[in-house]
């Protein structure tokens, strides 16, 4: 994923795009703009960001969330050692075998 800071400016009461920017967000797009008065942010998305994840991502977080529970913060931002991630590939094989 490539982000990109662009700077654009506002010309009687309407945002110009920079061309980068254009690319990406062709004349007609419709996108999402979620403004923060606290912190005076605007951010533009060209895809809605607080849409349903796909299937599959979901079921990712939902794994990595039961993975989780109950960890300790120091335990949840440890390194993973190479002896856990032998288990797990062991485990996941187990779970294939067993289908």
């Known amino acids: ?11 009687d009461g309407r945002l110009v795009l920079p061309d980068d ?15 923060d008065s606290e912190r005076r942010t605007v951010c533009i998305h060209g895809k809605d960001p607080m849409a349903p994840l796909s299937p599959q991502t979901q ?3 939902d794994a ?15 390194p993973v ?4 991630l032998r ?6 094989r187990e779970r294939g075998a067993g289908r």
């Open 59 to 61: 079921a990712l977080l």
């Open 64 to 78: 990595l969330g039961e993975l989780s529970a109950g960890s300790s913060e120091e335990d949840y931002f440890a």
């Open 87 to 92: 288990e797990i590939r062991r485990k996941r």
């Open 21 to 35: 920017a254009l690319a990406l967000l062709p004349t007609g797009t419709r996108v999402r703009v979620i403004t």
């Open 81 to 84: 050692t190479e002896e856990t």
């Open 1 to 11: 994923m490539v982000m990109k800071s662009l700077l654009a400016e506002i010309v």
